[in-house]
């Protein structure tokens, strides 16, 4: 069973940028496809980006070209690169995985989420 912790998340300005990170332990993370979610207040968890272990990247259309998802295996970690931010950006956001390279947008088809780490953009 992989562990996620995930960290980097702040309060921006629109139109600023934040690396999130995404640390795994307890597996190898070269398992794994990683998601990132989000949820605003209200709101279902929702998909946005997802790295396969050969790193194919996926994106919801509401960050591409403003969001990057990267991967380190050797580190165990995978990042979200946001540019351009958005105050539709603010939400607490999660990493979770999936032992597939089939990538799902339903989180329910995606497990051992981490905690969270808030982003708050600000206009």
């Known amino acids: 069973q992989v562990q996620l912790v995930e960290s980097g998340g702040g309060l921006v300005q629109a139109g600023g940028s934040l690396r999130l990170s995404c640390a795994a332990s307890?597996?190898?993370?070269?398992?794994?496809?990683v998601g990132w979610f989000r949820q605003a207040p209200g709101k279902e968890r929702e998909f946005v980006a997802a790295?396969?272990?050969?790193?194919?990247?996926y994106y919801a259309d509401s960050v591409q070209g403003r969001f990057t998802i990267s991967r380190d295996n050797g580190k165990m970690t995978v990042y979200l690169q946001m540019n351009s931010l958005k105050p539709e950006d603010t939400a607490v956001y999660y990493c979770?995985?999936?032992?597939?390279?089939?990538?799902?947008?339903?989180?329910?088809?995606?497990?051992?989420w981490g905690q969270g780490t808030q982003v708050t953009v600000s206009s």
């Open positions: 979770a995985v999936r032992p597939s390279v089939v990538v799902l947008t339903t989180a329910g088809a995606w497990g051992s």
């Open positions: 307890g597996r190898a993370l070269s398992d794994y496809t």
């Open positions: 790295i396969t272990w050969n790193s194919r990247t």
